[in-house]
Structure formats: C-alpha cells, structure tokens
C-alpha cells in the first residue's frame, strides 16, 4: 500500500497527515486482528509491547546521528518540524517552532539555542518582515536525518 500526502498549508496538513496516520493504523489493527489466534487483549498487548521496543531502538539509533544532548524530546520535535517543513518547501518562524516544540516558549528557546550552537539549525530573516526569523536544518543535520530514517526503516 502507498500513501500520498499532500499538504496545502501547515493546519490542514498536519490533519491530512494525522488522518491518513489513522487510517494506516486502522488498517493495521484489523491485519493484525485477523492473525491474531487469541483475540483482541493479545493483539492490544503485542501491539503496545511492539511500540515499545520500536521506539526504544529509535531512540538508541539517534545517537548513531545525533549526540544525546541534542536528542531531547523538544529539541527533536522541533528537528522533526524543521525537516517536514523542508521537504515540503515551507519555512518555519521560530514562534511556530516554540509552538511545536511542546514546550513552554522559553523553554523552546533554549532548545533553539543549543540546536544553534550545536550547527544542527541555523535562523534566516523574513525578506517581508525583519522582525521575524525563520528556522532551518543546516545541510549536513538534514542529510543526518534522511540517514537516520533510511537506518530505522530497515531495522
């Protein structure tokens, strides 16, 4: 199966992704149901317990790209942020970072901070508003971040 997302802005692609997301899910569910010899409360429990073990072995595989200080959760929202908007041709204010990030805006900020200094992103002006900067992956972040995901596609 192939999904296709396509985005018109921020909001409704986020929704579109978020839909689509459940319909992978659902679909999933009812594969796995189907297999399943023991029922639902075994599919429930294999299923979360799958999660699991996927996440933690994503987690560890980000220090293969990524050193640990950098790999904080508001720190990695907002590289996540930063590499869909770039794919996608967008530019991203650091207000919608902080937004995005989960976090309280200071605190997003000192994350921004330490991404700064850590050459993982770096600021760009608005060229129709001075007083507003948007935030990018450098190069070599974005192309950490294709490694990263091309690494845990396979595992």
Known sequence: MKYEFQTRSKK???DDTVTALHKIASEISTLAFRVSENGQEDLEQISAVSRAKKMAKEK???SQFFSEK???EPAWDIMLDLFVAKANG???SVSSACIGSGVAP???LRWIAMLED???IFRKFDP???RRSFLELTESANDRMNRYFDYIRDM
């Open 12 to 14: 409704s692609g986020r």
């Open 128 to 130: 129709e508003d001075q």
């Open 70 to 72: 950098i790999c904080g």
């Open 60 to 62: 560890r595989a980000r």
């Open 106 to 108: 200071t605190t997003a």
């Open 118 to 120: 850590n050459n993982i």
């Open 90 to 92: 967008m530019n991203v």
